[in-house]
C-alpha cells in the first residue's frame, strides 16, 4: 500500500522537468529565432536530447537571419537600379507603351519597398510604447487622403469616443492603416470608411463599398505574392499587414458586411483597462 501512494508520486516528480521541456517544445514558433529548450531541470538521460535539439535551433537561427539578411539586402539593392529606371523612362515620349513601362517599373518599387519593410518589422528589435491609436489612423487617413482623392475616393474617419491607448510600435501600425486604405482603393468602392474602436481589445476597421472577395482569394489573402490580376499590387501588402500585427501580439482579418462591404478589422490583444486614459 506504501509503494502504491509514493511511486507514483515520485514518478510524477521526476517527470515534471519533462514535461516542462515538452510545454516549451509545444511553444516553439514557426520564423521566431531565440527559442530553446530547458537544459538546466532535465535528467542527466534526457540532456543529450535537448543539447542536440538546443543545436538544431542554433543552425534554423543562423539560416533564418541569414535568408531575412539576404532578402532585405537584395530588396535594397534593387531600388537603384529601379530609381534610374524610373528616372529614364520619365525621358520617353509619351504613349501606351511608355505608360505600360512605367507602371511596371512603380510595381517592381513597390515590390522592393513591401520586402523591405516586411524585414525590418520582422527584425525589430526596439520596444513598443504607449500610443494613442485614434491620434495615429487619423495621421495616416490625412496622409492617405491625396492619393484617394487622385482616384476618386471619399474615405470617412470615425474616431472613438474616448483615447484608444495601446502597446505599439507607431511607424508600423501607420504603415499597416496606409496599407489597408491602398488596397481599398485598388479593390473597392467608394466611400473608404475608417473607424477606431475603444473596448478591452481595441481594433481598426477599414470598410470598403466593393462587391466583396471571391471565396477562393480570401482565405489566401495574407500568403506572400498573392494578389488579385490585373490591379497593379506587388501581392504583399495584406502580407505585410499580417506581419506588422503578428509582431503585436494582435491579428488581422477579413469579413464581408452586408450589402457587398468589406471590412478589414486590425485586432489588437486585451489591455489593462487602467491603460486606457
Known amino acids: 500500500m ?40 532535465a535528467p542527466i538521460e534526457v540532456a543529450p536530447l535537448i543539447r542536440t535539439v538546443n543545436g538544431a535551433l542554433d543552425r534554423l537561427d543562423d539560416w533564418t537571419t541569414s535568408q531575412r539578411r539576404f ?25 501606351k ?32 510604447a504607449q500610443t494613442d491609436l485614434s491620434a ?33 510600435d507607431a511607424d508600423a501600425i501607420e504603415d499597416a492603416v496606409t496599407n489597408l486604405l491602398d488596397n481599398a482603393v485598388r479593390h473597392g468602392k467608394s466611400p473608404i470608411e475608417i473607424a477606431v474602436n475603444a473596448g478591452a481589445s481595441p481594433s481598426v476597421d477599414v470598410i470598403d463599398s466593393g462587391g466583396g472577395i471571391a471565396e477562393d482569394f480570401a482565405s489566401r489573402m495574407f500568403e506572400p505574392f498573392v494578389g488579385t490580376p490585373g490591379r497593379g499590387g506587388a501581392g504583399l501588402g495584406l502580407t505585410l499587414v499580417a506581419e506588422i500585427m503578428q509582431a503585436h501580439n494582435g491579428r488581422v482579418f477579413q469579413q464581408t458586411l452586408p450589402g457587398g462591404k468589406t471590412r478589414f478589422r486590425l485586432q489588437f490583444p486585451t489591455i489593462d483597462p487602467d491603460a486606457q486614459a
Not at 539586402?73 to 534610374?84: C, F, G, K, Q, S
Not at 476618386?152 to 502597446?167: L, Y
Request: proline residues 6%.
Open 97 to 128: 507603351i511608355t505608360n505600360e513601362l512605367k507602371e511596371d517599373c512603380a510595381r517592381l518599387a513597390r515590390l522592393a519597398n513591401r520586402l523591405l519593410q516586411i524585414e525590418r518589422v520582422r527584425s525589430r528589435t526596439t520596444p513598443l
Open 71 to 95: 532578402i532585405a539586402d537584395a530588396a535594397h539593392e534593387l531600388r537603384t537600379p529601379i530609381t534610374v529606371l524610373q528616372v529614364r523612362l520619365d525621358g520617353l515620349p509619351p504613349g
Open 2 to 41: 506504501l509503494a502504491l501512494v509514493i511511486v507514483p508520486r515520485l514518478v510524477r516528480r521526476n517527470m515534471h522537468p519533462i514535461t516542462s521541456v515538452a510545454d516549451a517544445a509545444s511553444r516553439i514558433e514557426a520564423g521566431k529565432t531565440g527559442q530553446r529548450l530547458p537544459e538546466g531541470t
Open 136 to 168: 495615429l489612423v487619423q495621421r495616416a487617413a490625412v496622409q492617405f487622403a491625396p492619393r484617394a482623392l487622385d482616384a476618386g475616393v471619399e474615405i470617412a474617419f470615425d474616431a472613438a469616443s474616448s483615447t484608444v491607448m495601446v502597446q505599439a
